[in-house]
């Protein structure tokens, strides 16, 4: 079965430029999450939506980022303009039902480096 | 009191030692608990789901303690490819969003030949 889809695996931009990162959940998973890891912060919760509708934004750093999910199958988290400090491993997990004792299954993740 | 706590290490252990890692988390309404490892530069894998009652797959030993409000991972006759970070995942109950899994910082060990 085909896990968790990110693209692209590297991003590399000047600041100011908009950066798009998608993700392509595993089939069948009800729940998708969008991660932000850095040495600093660890592994931070930007946001997480279920059947499609955003649940819980809290994580999301400020205005500059949004995320959308238009379908079960697709979801893509938008930097516009970039800054430097964006500059993060960005990860795409999926799950089923929240409420059971499910885990979360990882993407490969998005290395986005901001110049 | 952050939600998640762990001890960021490094663990240096010789092959074949065992080592613990602990996890607190600070909601005690929290019902689920996961084990994460995470090789450098890759993304996170699940090890181990953690039980109530504990459970044990292969080398590696889950346990939960409800009352101190702790997880732990027990590693036996680690091999060098053990060498890697450990996430505690501990889902937390929001008010108004359900729950939240939370990851704690993680725990580096690195197994010596």
């Known amino acids: 079965d085909a896990g968790v889809i990110q693209s692209p695996r590297h991003e590399v931009t000047e600041m100011g430029q908009e950066v798009t990162l998608r993700c392509k959940p595993i089939s069948g998973h009800d729940y998708l999450f969008w991660y932000r890891q850095t040495m600093m912060r660890g592994l931070e919760l930007l946001i997480y939506f279920n059947n499609n509708v955003p649940i819980d934004d809290s994580g999301m750093p400020e205005d500059r980022f949004s995320a959308k999910m238009p379908n079960a199958s697709f979801s893509t988290l938008k930097i516009q303009p970039s800054e430097p400090r964006d500059s993060a491993v960005y990860f795409c997990?999926?799950?089923?039902?929240?409420?059971?004792?499910?885990?979360?299954?990882f993407g490969d993740g998005t290395r986005l480096s901001i110049l | 009191r952050k939600e998640v706590e762990q001890d960021p290490g490094p663990f240096n252990v010789p092959e074949g030692a065992t080592v613990a890692f602990n996890c607190t988390y600070s909601n005690s309404a929290s019902q689920s608990f996961f084990w994460y490892r995470q090789d450098c530069r890759k993304e996170p894998k699940l090890l181990m789901s953690v039980y109530s009652s504990g459970n044990e797959d292969g080398r590696f030993t889950a346990q939960l303690n409800r009352a101190s409000q702790y997880i732990s991972l027990l590693i036996r006759d680690s091999k060098l490819s053990d060498s890697a970070t450990y996430l505690c995942v501990v889902n937390v109950p929001r008010d108004n969003y359900g729950q939240n899994f939370v990851f704690g910082p993680g725990t580096r060990l690195s197994v010596l030949p």
């Open positions: 997990a999926s799950r089923k039902h929240q409420g059971s004792n499910q885990p979360q299954h």
